[in-house]
């Protein structure tokens, strides 16, 4: 169909890495799109978060779409004409725990029927790969595909292509109100501008719930905010990023390094946010934390100056899993939210299947355990619930 300024086939609401690549899928699929983003695109969860492009670790479910998104992150630049610094160096996950190592061999082995091969070293064979690592660590679990991309240029990316592809891309446009009338939608901004669509996107991240309710849909969403940090630059030499898996939540550091020589820091405890103000915070104590673990992980690294922080409002769902797919009330409605901090590889496959499910009606990839029917008995929490 022709498209006014305000009207098209498809609102998507939410200009993050989920919002932009759906929006860039659906132009390639001839769709006409607008995209309303209440900041900048990439300014909140997609564009603070640590930059991995990880499959290993996932919930199995989630391998069809992150492996589909490794295709997209492997030709992005030729997709998008702008270089985003994927690197796809490598991810490495260690351990430090006995039970961790089994769990390691075990999802190595159940992967494999994924699509993921990954590679388990253990005693000399490990050091003889990592040399740098502290002695504590047990065990490696190597996935040579994955590496690692800089969020703030990503999103922004995927917003620009849609854009050049002929969607209109709408920053600083906060949706207050979003209902079904007539067969269409209707989304009102705060400003008072209406825009209609025969089908809606929900992709707003912490936000998301603000609207699915309207719709009579309730998730369980909580906030938290990432504790990053980043050294001065040294001599580049760790390729893979490198993470540590364990159910001590204060162990569970990860790091890369980027050509230009900084280490960028991630993990261990959470810090305060808030959705109402938008804003997330480091404590002080969390990056003292990290410095501690990147010690014990990599001994050699103790020498390093930190030169900044930071953190965003990341968006957490109890069982870990996002909600991804149709809405259980409203046809015509999708939802794509809820990553609980590990959203930024994924996105580019969620992009592309929900383009397709919007587009078609149908994807091959099963999405039935990301519905956020499986919420409908859940009290709904509070906007800016704070968690820890």
Not at 240 to 247: A, L, R
């Given at each position: 169909m022709s498209a006014t300024r305000n009207e098209a086939d498809v609102i998507v609401i939410g200009g993050g890495i989920m919002g932009t690549t759906t929006t860039f899928f659906l132009r390639q699929r001839n769709r006409s799109?607008?995209?309303?983003?209440?900041?900048?695109?990439?300014?909140?969860?997609?564009?603070?978060?640590?930059?991995?492009?990880?499959?290993?670790?996932?919930?199995?479910?989630?391998?069809?779409?992150?492996?589909?998104?490794?295709?997209?992150?492997?030709?992005?630049?030729?997709?998008l004409g702008k270089d985003v610094e994927f690197l796809p160096v490598g991810h490495t996950r260690v351990c430090y725990h006995g039970k961790d190592v089994e769990n390691f061999v075990q999802y190595a082995r159940d992967a494999r029927a994924y699509g993921l091969d990954l590679e388990v070293l253990q005693g000399p064979a490990l050091f003889q790969r990592f040399p740098f690592l502290g002695r504590e660590v047990l065990a490696a679990s190597i996935s040579p595909l994955d590496g690692h991309a800089n969020p703030?240029?990503?999103?922004?990316?995927?917003?620009?292509?849609?854009?050049?592809?002929?969607?209109?891309?709408?920053?600083?446009?906060?949706?207050?109100?979003?209902?079904?009338?007539?067969?269409?939608?209707?989304?009102?901004?705060?400003?008072?501008?209406?825009?209609?669509?025969?089908?809606?996107v929900i992709c707003a991240g912490a936000w998301a719930t603000r609207l699915t309710e309207q719709f009579g849909e309730r998730a369980p969403l909580a906030v938290s905010g990432p504790q990053m940090c980043v050294t001065e630059p040294v001599p580049?030499?760790?390729?893979?990023?490198?993470?540590?898996?364990?159910?001590?939540?204060q162990e569970g550091i990860y790091f890369r390094q980027i050509p230009r020589g900084n280490i960028i820091v991630g993990g261990g405890l959470a810090g305060p946010a808030d959705a109402v103000t938008s804003r997330a915070s480091v404590l002080p104590q969390n990056t003292v934390r990290q410095l501690a673990q990147m010690r014990r992980l990599v001994p050699a690294l103790a020498p390093l100056h930190v030169i900044r922080v930071w953190s965003g409002v990341e968006s957490y769902l109890p069982d870990g899993e996002p909600v991804i797919g149709p809405s259980s009330k409203v046809d015509g409605l999708f939802y794509a939210f809820g990553f609980s901090g590990s959203g930024f590889q994924i996105g580019p496959g969620v992009g592309e299947t929900m383009a397709e499910l919007v587009d078609t009606g149908s994807t091959p990839i099963a999405l039935d355990k990301f519905s956020i029917q499986r919420f409908a008995e859940e009290p709904a929490a509070c906007p800016g619930i704070v968690t820890s």
């Open positions: 799109v607008i995209l309303l983003e209440r900041g900048l695109t990439g300014q909140q969860a997609s564009g603070v978060n640590f930059g991995g492009v990880r499959r290993q670790g996932r919930a199995l479910p989630q391998l069809a779409m992150a492996n589909r998104a490794l295709r997209t992150w492997q030709r992005s630049a030729q997709l703030r240029l990503a999103a922004p990316a995927f917003g620009r292509a849609a854009a050049r592809l002929g969607a209109q891309v709408m920053e600083n446009t906060e949706i207050v109100r979003v209902e079904k009338e007539g067969g269409r939608f209707r989304v009102e901004s705060a400003r008072g501008d209406v825009y209609h669509a025969a089908q809606l580049y030499v760790f390729q893979s990023s490198m993470g540590v898996f364990t159910s001590i939540k």
